[in-house]
């Protein structure tokens, strides 16, 4: 096979190979919300224990504006220039096409490459950190106690799976 038909094959297997991996990381086909990992899962917050805490109409408008806002907000940072965010994929992607297509390997253009990329997500991350703060600032001090007692179950019950998958897959690793 001629070099530029190579070229052209890796030029568009990598990108669906990446593809996969990363959906795969997320659990499959429409991984988890948010992308989060079972673990992160199951220390989050949900609308339920919300519900379970007898929150005052107050609080339950509070709640409401403080998501409506949120979601505002992340529309609006998804609303930006869509040029630029188009020109941003792209140049990362043609970074990561240079590290991969490289005939000898640049640990540190990787390195750089990844450093952005968790530091990206690590922004995501404090942002929506701080979202849960505020919506745990309208809780009284006894809601937070309630609150803790809900997550510290729910994290007993996905411990209790975790430990239940690992047995599975050990014995599928085992036969």
């Known amino acids: 096979m001629k070099f530029a038909k190579k070229l052209v094959i890796a030029a568009t297997v990598l990108p669906l190979a990446f593809g996969s991996v990363t959906a795969m990381a997320k659990g499959g086909p429409g991984g988890q919300k948010g992308g989060m990992g079972k673990g992160e899962q199951c220390m989050d917050v949900s609308k339920g224990m919300f519900r379970q805490l007898d929150l005052t ?13 949120s979601r505002e907000a992340r529309r609006a940072e998804r609303s930006g220039d869509v040029e630029v965010k188009k020109a941003e994929m792209m140049a990362r992607h043609s970074q990561m096409q240079s590290v991969l297509l490289a005939d000898t390997f640049d640990a540190q253009a990787a390195q750089s490459l990844a450093t952005e990329m968790v530091e990206k997500q690590a922004q995501r991350r404090v ?4 979202q849960q703060h505020k919506m745990l600032s309208v809780l009284t001090a006894e809601q937070k106690t309630k609150l803790q007692e809900l997550q510290q179950q729910r994290l007993e019950k996905c411990m209790e799976k975790m430990g239940k998958r690992a047995e599975r897959i050990a014995a599928k690793s085992a036969e």
């Open 57 to 69: 109409d107050e609080q339950q408008e509070q709640l409401k504006e403080l998501r409506n806002a």
């Open 127 to 130: 942002g929506k950190m701080e």
